[in-house]
């Protein structure tokens, strides 16, 4: 989502994805107040701002903090940009004396600034990178994990994770290897459990990459506790919009918004399913939104997005969660 200087220069500008869409989901008006939750390189948190939102933005990475404070600058007082994870907005906003906001926007999931950067250890595109992938850049490694970690457990991420068929295949390889140390351990692994064809339009690590990265990084945990501090901080009438990259993301928002819309009592892997007594948090979520063939040319990486929205009703919300995190 941004890029500054490292060891390898990115290999292509941020696009922000779904950009025109998403904003025109915040159906932003001058004044109001709008949290980006996932600032990035401050694309989307600009475009707020270019329609006359006061801008919360909030990221965990310190890299997005430090070269964010340019677009910060340039916003001329429109953007504030706050050091935290998204799952925990509530208590992030409630510490920097803001109340209730007017839209809430979260871009899911790893971007170009993670990608294109060799140090951070996110892509196979550099085999000799360290194997890190900690979107925080604290806590325990991905090298760290995959040294320490049962072959069972490990095969369980997988599968749950990345979707991966062959995860016990996968997972012994994996641990046959040890120690691993860099990118291409990892998939030099990865290719001797499933093999790789030149033709492969996708290289088979990829679903691994996924769920040690997913897992890793708490993501989907993180997403569910976002969605209900976002239902709690948004006002009545205040709009919600969710860019997700995957199905295991796009599940969790779909079956959050019919959820709380009263459409389906829903659940997830996290909470049990439980049938609906409160009142709805949202009205009717709108059509889900996915790239058009421009921005496809534009930026192949948007292929998977999906962009979900819904306008906040005045219930109370039915989880407020976060700050007690």
Known sequence: MSHAASATPPAEPHLPVLLDESVEAL??????????????????????AARGARVVSIDQDPDAIAEGQAVVAASDG???LLHGNFAVMDALLAEAGY???????????VSSMHLDRARRGFSFRFPDAPLDMRMSQAGETAAELLNRIDESELADILYTYGEERQSRRVARFIVAARPLATIGDLVGAVHKALGKRPGDKTDPATRTFQ????????????????LDAAEAVLRPGGRLAVITFHSLEDRIVKNFLRARSGQDAGGSRHRPEARATRAPTFHKPARAVRPGDAELARNPRARSATLRSAVRTDAPAWNHVGAQS
């Open 78 to 80: 429109a953007i504030r």
């Open 99 to 109: 109340g209730s906001v007017d839209g809430v926007l979260l871009d899911i999931g």
């Open 211 to 226: 769920a040690i990265r997913i897992y890793l990084n708490g993501e989907l945990d993180a997403l569910e506790r976002g």
């Open 27 to 48: 159906a932003i008006a001058p004044g109001e107040t709008h949290v980006d939750g996932t600032f990035g390189a401050g694309g989307h948190s600009s475009a707020m």
